[in-house]
């Protein structure tokens, strides 16, 4: 089984940046599709950005599309510019078997969560 542990939430100001990684352990010889999803408070959890098993694809959320880049080496890594207040969410790590060229990962098909970290954008 593999376990996923997410770093580097906080505390930023609008327009600010931020990275998030997401560590993975245990049983990862089979690459999984990888992604970010986030939870603000009141809301349901969303997708945000995804990469696939072998790293050719990636796709995002209009809402992030062109301010956060996820990327993959020996963590996931997920670079977020401009943030905005809106952006203020937990933001979950994910692991998916599926991976799709039009909607990255899907909720329901996350095999595995990281406990999530919290970024807050103050205005």
């Known amino acids: 089984q593999v376990q996923l542990v997410e770093t580097g939430g906080g505390l930023v100001q609008a327009g600010g940046s931020l990275t998030l990684s997401c560590a993975a352990s245990?049983?990862?010889?089979?690459?999984?599709?990888m992604g970010w999803f986030r939870q603000a408070p009141g809301k349901e959890r969303e997708f945000v950005a995804a990469?696939?098993?072998?790293?050719t694809f990636t796709y995002y959320a209009d809402s992030v599309k062109g301010r956060f880049t996820i990327s993959r080496q020996k963590t996931v890594n997920l670079q977020m510019n401009n943030l905005k207040p809106e952006d203020t969410a937990v933001y979950y790590c994910?692991?998916?078997?599926?991976?799709?060229?039009?909607?990255?990962?899907?909720?329901?098909?996350?095999?595995?969560w990281g406990q999530g970290t919290q970024v807050t954008v103050s205005s």
């Open positions: 990469i696939s098993g072998s790293s």
């Open positions: 994910a692991a998916s078997r599926h991976y799709g060229l039009e909607y990255g990962l899907r909720e329901h098909l996350v095999n595995v």
């Open positions: 245990g049983r990862t010889d089979s690459p999984y599709a």
